[in-house]
């Protein structure tokens, strides 16, 4: 123990594996637990009494006692620049996007408006419990140099892109298929890789790119093979068939990115909501991730996410608040209408699942489960503390808890940021 390590006390619960494969086993958790945290990372974690016996004195404890200590929430898309977006009346897809987003998004032009927004956006994520996530920008590059900026100001483990988009949006929006290869390529040299950051190519869907633009974003897949690449498919009927018509070459609407050489595991595809058998056996045999989205899908009336369809195709999956198609920045929140988004289709979501995807399944899902998902010594310190007691209703309904798994279930149908009492990133409390 030194100077700077700090000493994270309370019930610590964490997965080292799917509980819906591996069963009860994966779950590790002490009712009486401690975590060692030194220069950002976990460098121990065990019975509480042990730890804080070899502590030294002036050692900095916080004590969390009766609360739940878990890996920090991870959101695999998300926009930055729809914050002032989110909640936005009336629309589905291709109209919320050109009424709202393409509005909003040419903000965006201006480094200070991002500076502001970047800020804002993290410490929302914060006070949500999110300390990892997969972010779009806007088309602009400042909007991605500024929200990698952010992000490495704050320590935290962030995966983002400029969006790509030169076609079927407003003027001031778009870019061309060697602007955008140019940008992301800069970017790339400048930001993937450096401490914590990781970029992200991302074409906004094949609605607004050209096929040359799709075949730059390919491009630089291949010239960067381990840099992300994220987009949009499958998420609405006017948006499929719009997609039929500007590539009637092409399959299906996933053929229309695999043609630019997109798929792969590094490739994560918001929505996969109305997918055929031929796209969903291109995404496992491809190893790409299908982001679930369940409270965009909601709000935009886009219909609903068939997860049980998807995993017994040995498709990979993540879950995602898609704010501000999105209605909510809490991963809880989000796990909670995925939860009824699945009874919909006939399906269910056991609270330790969904907590399983919110953790270690979505750092899976990144390909980041080396680094963060769950707590154990070398992983990153990046951890979020939950309460199911945090309001009246549900200290309330928490008397008639029996078991950690029903903790779990009030916390997932009745949590959101009030649940959250700290998030720490890379060992640094960070909620205001
Ligand atoms: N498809 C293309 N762009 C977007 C976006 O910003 N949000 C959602 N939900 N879908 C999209
Ligand atoms: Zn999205």
Redesign the pocket.
């Known amino acids: 123990m030194s100077a700077g390590d700090r000493i994270i006390r309370g019930r610590i619960l964490s997965f080292a594996d799917d509980p819906a494969t591996a069963g009860p086993s994966a779950r590790r958790y002490i009712e009486d637990g401690a975590i060692r945290v030194a220069g950002g990372r976990v460098a121990e974690v065990g019975e509480a009494r042990d730890l804080l016996a070899r502590a030294p004195a002036d050692a900095v404890v916080d004590d969390h006692r009766g609360a739940l200590v878990m890996p920090g929430l991870i959101d695999v898309h998300i926009?930055y620049p729809?914050t002032q977006v989110i909640a936005s009346y009336g629309a589905q897809?291709l109209d919320w996007?050109h009424n709202y987003?393409f509005v909003e998004e040419q903000r965006f032009a201006d480094p200070a408006h991002c500076a502001r927004v970047a800020d804002f956006f993290l410490a929302e994520l914060f006070r949500n419990g999110t300390t990892t996530a997969l972010v779009?920008g806007a088309v602009y590059p400042q909007s991605a140099d500024v929200f990698f900026a952010a992000a490495e100001q704050a320590g935290a483990r962030m995966i983002a892109g400029k969006v790509m988009l030169d076609r079927n949006a407003p003027k001031a929006l778009l870019d061309t298929a060697q602007a955008s290869y140019d940008e992301s390529r800069a970017l790339i040299e400048k930001w993937h890789g450096r401490g914590r950051l990781a970029y992200a190519v991302t074409p906004?869907?094949a609605v607004t790119s050209t096929a040359a633009q799709l075949d730059a974003a390919g491009a630089l897949v291949r010239e960067f093979p381990d840099v992300y690449m994220q987009t949009?498919v499958d998420?609405n009927a006017d948006e499929i068939e719009f997609v039929g018509r500007l590539f009637p070459e092409a399959r299906d609407y996933l053929d229309v990115y695999a043609r630019a050489g997109l798929l792969g595991p590094r490739s994560v595809f918001?929505h996969c909501i109305h997918m055929t058998g031929d796209e969903v056996a291109a995404m496992a045999e491809s190893r790409s991730v299908a982001a679930f989205c369940p409270t965009?899908n909601l709000f935009?009336g886009s219909g609903l996410f068939d997860r049980a369809r998807l995993v017994d195709a040995g498709v990979r999956i993540g879950l995602a608040t898609?704010v501000g198609?999105g209605t909510s920045y809490s991963m809880l929140r989000t796990a909670s209408e995925g939860y009824k988004v699945l009874q919909l289709n006939g399906q269910s979501w056991p609270a330790g699942e969904a907590f399983y995807q919110m953790t270690l399944g979505n750092a899976r899902a990144l390909s980041l489960d080396p680094a963060i998902g769950s707590i154990e010594p070398g992983k990153d310190a990046d951890l979020v503390v939950l309460d199911a007691r945090a309001t009246p209703a549900m200290a309330h309904r928490m008397e008639r808890a029996a078991s950690l798994d029903e903790e779990l279930f009030v916390l997932m149908l009745l949590g959101d940021d009030r649940a959250v009492r700290q998030t720490y990133v890379a060992g640094a409390p960070r909620k205001a």
């Open positions: 926009h729809q897809l996007l987003t779009y906004r869907f949009h998420e918001g965009s935009l898609d198609g």
